[in-house]
């Protein structure tokens, strides 16, 4: 399928042997410190010589602040998805949203049984990978209690949280056809290793990948590409893989990016040297060559026009399929009828002009009054353009998606004040002190990446717009005015949230901004994407 326009993530792979438990933190520290984007500690709870990843993992957060952190793969076998789905989401909420889930259907069969762990056929292993996925989301997903009777797990009422403040993936270690199709159709990310899966053989699974996840009605893009590698630097290229100069890995590794569409490279480094070196002059030279061919050959950017880079949650998947046997069953409840906004005057201004400062003061939207350009045929654009532009498009409905979540628990919160009301007990009533904190927490932390998000498109991505196409400036200028309704609409929010904590009375108030944010940036959100996703595709603007 080739290049996605992932985000490149460059990463240390830890052997966690207990003998190493010094040098393992102080390697952590260091890949942080040398900028690397993520650490991968591999999981063999059977293995007696080695730390338990469960417990090396929080102990290498503690001691990083930036560095994103993955299991890397765990043993599904012997960690059961439920109690795993808690520790997950723990973490990624005292690490400060920078944890993701490598997943693996469970290696080394006799360690495995040896721990008292299943036996398991190789399709009794994808399946209950499958089962596995559906629990952990679940139990992610504010709700009401989760039932769900698998062939290998069973849920009885479990109540879903903590809550991560991020979208945590779900990455899986595959390299068999029925693996590798799973992963196209669930996962959000793949994770083969050289060893095991050489470079030569990634084409084939790829493909594998890729046609599981457009017959699952899925964009092959939601799938990361995760390879774990080793090697070894020397003056001299060679024909091996990962077996020569800085500038042959370099070239390598751009090729897997640009051929396959891997962005993740994660390095088991014996010594220092290596890592530093792989920090120091891989990775950049990686991105370079990446972002040489970026967008490429068909979508040549026109002058002026700016490459954007962020966060790359987009590439999640927004909803995520199980089979009717395997989807775990939970219960929501309707949304509530949500209030009109007030009125916008719109105010032509001829050219654009980014800053705060030369905003007016606005209280509310008016469709009507939105500027709105002649559209044009995306038939046109080749897949890759068309692609690039749906991107906005994936970043928004992962919004919309969290948005519902926080309705849901809102009114789930909100029933069961009612039932703590009538029972009028010591253990409800703190249970209920308990939901209101969590709830408190989850608006917030959408609100914190809600503005991450409009600040992004404020800094890069609407100058780069204006800069690129003159005609897009009214419509610009429309949506930075409509983020300044929505940045007052969560400074409401903020006070709706404070206030309930202090007082359980003012849950209604915080009912009443999520109705009027629902009604408000569900409309910007959709103005945006009428307008923005064709120039987005067009000028091949990266985001």
């Known amino acids: 399928m080739g290049d996605f326009g992932h985000e490149l993530w460059f990463g240390a792979g830890l052997v966690p042997k207990a003998a190493d438990a010094e040098r393992l933190v102080r390697q952590a520290v260091t890949a942080e410190e040398l900028g ?138 595959a390299y068999k056809r029925r693996m590798l199709e799973l992963s196209g159709r669930l996962a959000d990310g793949w994770v083969p290793s050289s060893g095991y899966a050489a470079p030569e053989e990634l084409a084939g699974m790829t493909k594998i990948v890729d046609i599981a996840a457009e017959d699952a009605g899925r964009d092959p893009g939601d799938v990361r590409r995760v390879y774990n590698v080793s090697g070894r630097f020397s003056s001299m290229s060679s024909a091996g893989f990962l077996d020569g100069t800085p500038a042959q890995w370099a070239e390598q590794l751009a090729e897997l990016t640009l051929s396959h569409g891997f962005s993740v490279f994660v390095l088991s480094a014996g010594d220092e040297h290596t890592l530093r070196t792989f920090a120091g002059e891989v990775a950049p030279a990686v991105r370079e060559l990446v972002d040489r061919e970026r967008p490429g050959p068909e979508t040549p950017a026109p002058p002026g026009a700016a490459r954007i880079h962020g966060s790359d949650e987009a590439s999640r998947p927004t909803t995520h399929e199980l089979d009717e046997a395997a989807r775990p069953t939970t219960h929501g409840s309707d949304q509530a009828s949500r209030p009109t906004t007030n009125e916008l005057d719109e105010t032509a201004r001829p050219t654009y002009r980014s800053g705060k400062a030369a905003r007016p003061a606005i209280r509310g939207l008016d469709e009507a009054s939105r500027p709105r350009l002649p559209k044009r045929d995306m038939g046109a654009l080749s897949a890759r353009q068309r692609a690039n532009g749906r991107r906005l498009v994936q970043i928004h409905d992962h919004l919309r998606h969290e948005l519902t979540q926080i309705r849901d628990a809102l009114e789930q919160v909100a029933d069961g004040r009612s039932e703590a009301a009538a029972l009028r007990s010591l253990i409800n009533e703190m249970t209920m002190r308990q939901n209101y904190w969590t709830l408190g927490s989850f608006c917030a932390s959408y609100c914190r990446i809600l503005t991450a998000h409009h600040s992004i498109e404020d800094a890069h991505m609407f100058p780069a717009l204006a800069t690129a196409d003159a005609s897009l400036v009214p419509v610009v200028e429309r949506l930075e005015q409509e983020h300044e309704v929505v940045a007052d609409i969560l400074t409401g929010l903020d006070a709706a949230l404070v206030a309930m904590i202090e007082d359980p009375a003012g849950l209604n108030a915080v009912r009443d901004q999520v109705d009027l944010l629902s009604e408000v940036l569900l409309s910007h959100l959709a103005y945006e994407e009428e307008e923005l996703v064709e120039p987005l595709a067009r000028l091949g603007l990266d985001i």
């Open 36 to 173: 690397l984007d993520i650490l991968g500690v591999q999981d063999h709870p059977y293995q007696p010589a080695f730390l338990d990843a469960w417990m090396l993992l929080p102990v290498l957060a503690a001691r990083t602040t930036r560095i994103r952190l993955f299991p890397d793969v765990i043993n599904l076998p012997l960690r059961p998805p439920a109690v795993l789905a808690r520790g997950a989401a723990s973490l990624d909420i005292l690490s400060g949203g920078r944890v993701e889930i490598g997943l693996g259907a469970g290696a080394f069969a006799n360690g495995v049984h040896a721990m008292g762990g299943p036996a398991r056929s190789p399709g009794e292993a994808m399946d209950a990978v499958a089962e596995a996925i559906g629990v952990l989301r679940a139990l992610w997903t504010p709700g009401e209690p989760v039932v769900f009777g698998g062939a290998h797990y069973r849920l009885d009422g479990a109540r879903p949280g903590p809550f991560p403040p991020h979208a945590i993936g779900v990455w899986l270690g």
